[in-house]
């Protein structure tokens, strides 16, 4: 299958900044030092055209850049707000992240085709307090695989996170165990997790979902951790080894499956699916809670 | 007291950690090494035990009370082999239809190199999946500190205990305060507004029951705990699977659920 240059859909937030044409603005890469234009990097999806580092999308430019044109239906958009411990200062800093993502959580859900493929779907969103664990992006994710059981569809799940939010204490960190149980119960039924793992996915995520899938990929050269590399450091008081924590280091130490260039990820992920489509019509024997 | 005090208390020199914990409540404890796969962490300790008449699987972090015990134990931080010796116990346990208890008492997994290396995020989520669905009963006590995933991967339960003074957190409460506050001497009031101790987290519906520490007296501690372990190990083990199954999901399930 050869990719169409009609594949690539260009991430309209970004272009859209204030109706003015940032296309021929310059950007220096952090990868190689090279300059790219905005038109430039839009066109690439992202991805430095020297070096091909893959810079961060946010959540409707994954969805972009992945979901068939139209065909995502969003689900449970508004769950309201939380802040169970009326944590100091957490309010203001959950609207804020609303204004600057311009998403209501740190996860967005769905269901959506992939090259005529239909499946469930989560992206979370980077923009929105590094992706945090909140227990609304825990019930979210957790509807989304209750969801997709029921419905018998695969889930497709992009993770980026900087682990727990830390502002919602211990209701943070049993997300992990509420969405790993609707993970699990997902599984058996028969159905396809399959996760996708970009820069960075670190924390709490890494220790959770991000690691449950059935198929793990990742995005070259993302840091994917449970303790951050500055963690480590100032454990261990150790240089860290070149490429640590790098989505290659889990390659080679056996974490994922493999390494997915951006441009490549809708075909692959259309033809992982494609070998599970048997999966749907399975019988769901466990999953009746 | 106040958060902070209660989590000086429950990392306090001399409290009991878990392997004076399996003493005190089982008889016949043998001690199970090795995750099959890579080593054996010393970090945690399991095997099997009996309460009253039943037989059990235990599982605990244990802190190590002397120095060389620390530095044996890794103060309590488990590796991954760690978490996936507690997996592959509760597997056993699963298969010759054991309850399983464990004894939470950490700082947090181990932040290292090696820990990172052999996939301490995945062993992590692999104890939390399969735990969620661990056919028999499981009851999980935090004995001092619970430190975030690492003792949520040995604390996916049935029912979940704390002894009085013990915590349970997401983050220390340094680590949050230099993170949050971005000034590590206000650990007390992160404490204090990370809602960590027993009462608020029986409040909040993440812990069942708080265990009384009788004013310090840990012979009567235990031997009231042991009483209630065999007494509610007794009703899970008389419930069919599916039915505990169920109860275990429903128990997660509603912690942070919208507010409207
Ligand atoms: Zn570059």
Redesign the interface.
Known sequence: MMLKRSLFKRPKIALENGGEDFSSFLQECPGCGKEITQGELFENLHVCPHCGRHFRLSARQRLAILADEGSFIELDAELGESDPLSFPGYAEKLQNARRASGEGEAVLTGTAMVLGQKTALFLMEGGFMMGSMGSLVGEKLARLFEHATEERLPVVGFTISGGARMQEGILSLMQMAKVSGAVKLHSESGLLYLAVLTDPTTGGVTASFAMEGDITLAEPGALIAFAGPRVIEQTTHKKLPEGFQRAEFLLKNGFIDAICERKAQRETIAALLAYHEGAREGENDHASL | MRAYERLQAARAKGRPGALACISSLFTDFYELHGDRLFGEDAAVVGGLARLGGRAVTVIGIEKGATTDEKLLRNFGSAHPEGYRKALRLMKQAEKFRRPVVTLVDTSG?????G????????A???N???M??LSVPVIAIVLGEGG??GA??LA?ADEVWLLENAV????SAEG?AS??YKDASKAEKAAE????TAQD?LS?G?IDRIVSEQGGDFALCFAGLQAALAERLSALCALPPEAL??AR??K??M??????
């Open positions: 997994a181990y932040c290292g190199i820990a990172e290396e052999r996939g301490q995020g995945s992590i989520a692999q939390l999946m399969e969620m669905r975030s995933g949520l991967a996916v349970y957190s997401v983050i949050a993170i949050l507004d990370l809602k960590i987290l909040l993440v199954l169920a999901y429903a997660f399930r912690l942070g659920r919208p507010e409207r």
